[in-house]
């Protein structure tokens, strides 16, 4: 698979395209917080039997990305997730994304919403309750850093590697890694390092990026009632974000344009563990509301 460059005002943005984009609907598609593009291979390569398919990397995992602000968060990510759409495509598409790129997806949407017909929102990042979204905003960062152990666990991950099979099997028992494909745990590997002129191998998706990333988290819910589009929400059955009697309660409370799944016996990070069963779900409901 070719990685491109696209040439815009904010950056150089990596992305790549799948499929026929003369005889298909399009998808775009925004992967998790810390996962180039790339390492969703196994999955998108499966959808785009059936649309064309088009993913960039967010900022952490641009050429030189500049260092993370305070007052840059997921509206700004939508932004220019929004600025990449704009460059690519003339009609409405589907977007899709999975975790923080699903509700950075959303968040694009709703500030422009004719750039999409649908969105398909894959277990997206939230803070568990809205009363959290509040306090989270006004707490000191050492603060946040506690409440949430992966901000700091992010900053301190290891940057550089001898090899890409050490990083494989360095993270194949990781518990965040255990139920991925052997295809996905490779692709995370291909596009998630980049060889250096010293011969080592250097993450792709900068750490404070990430870590910056994690610290910016809303409450979805507050922006699922924003959102004018048919949307597929995925929840994983054993999702640590939220239960599922707090889905499917919320999700009552949302207009019909909003339409609840739960993908049982899958975790977080289901479109790398479970390709096939997520894209029966999706192309269903994309089928149903074309």
Not at 26 to 55: I, K, Q, R
Not at 223 to 240: C, D, G, M
Not at 271 to 286: C, F, N, Q
């Amino acid at each position: 698979m070719q990685i491109n460059m696209l040439e815009l005002p904010m950056g150089r943005v990596p992305y790549f395209e799948l499929g026929n984009r003369t005889d298909s609907e399009s998808v775009h598609f925004t992967g998790a917080n810390g996962f180039p593009a790339g390492s969703y291979l196994e999955f998108l390569a499966g959808l785009s039997e059936d649309y064309f398919v088009s993913a960039a990397d967010c900022r952490g995992a641009w050429e030189d990305p500049i260092k993370p602000s305070k007052q840059f968060g997921f509206s700004q990510l939508a932004d220019d997730l929004i600025q990449v759409i704009e460059s690519q495509y003339h009609q409405p598409i589907i977007g899709m994304g999975h975790s923080f790129g699903a509700h950075v997806s959303l968040i694009a949407a709703i500030k422009r919403p004719e750039l999409f017909s649908r969105l398909v929102l894959l277990d997206p990042a939230s803070l568990p309750n809205s009363w959290l979204d509040i306090v989270y905003r006004r707490l000191p960062q050492p603060m946040v850093d506690k409440l949430v152990p992966m901000i700091k666990q992010t900053r301190q991950r290891k940057r550089v590697w001898a090899s890409k099979e050490e990083f494989i099997e360095k993270y194949r028992e990781h518990r965040t890694f255990q139920h991925f494909t052997e295809s996905s745990l490779r692709n995370y590997a291909e596009y998630g390092l980049a060889k250096k002129s010293t011969g080592d191998f250097h993450l792709v998706f900068d750490p404070d990026w990430e870590s910056h990333i994690f610290g910016q988290v809303h409450f979805v819910w507050k922006n699922l009632k924003k959102v004018t589009l048919p949307t597929l929400f995925i929840r994983a059955q054993h999702s640590y974000l939220y239960s599922s009697e707090d889905f499917q309660r919320l999700n009552s409370e949302l207009s019909g344009q909003v339409a609840g799944i739960e993908l049982s016996d899958a975790y977080h990070m289901f479109p790398l563990e479970k390709p096939e069963a997520s894209l029966d779900i999706i192309r269903t409901w994309l089928a149903r509301t074309r």
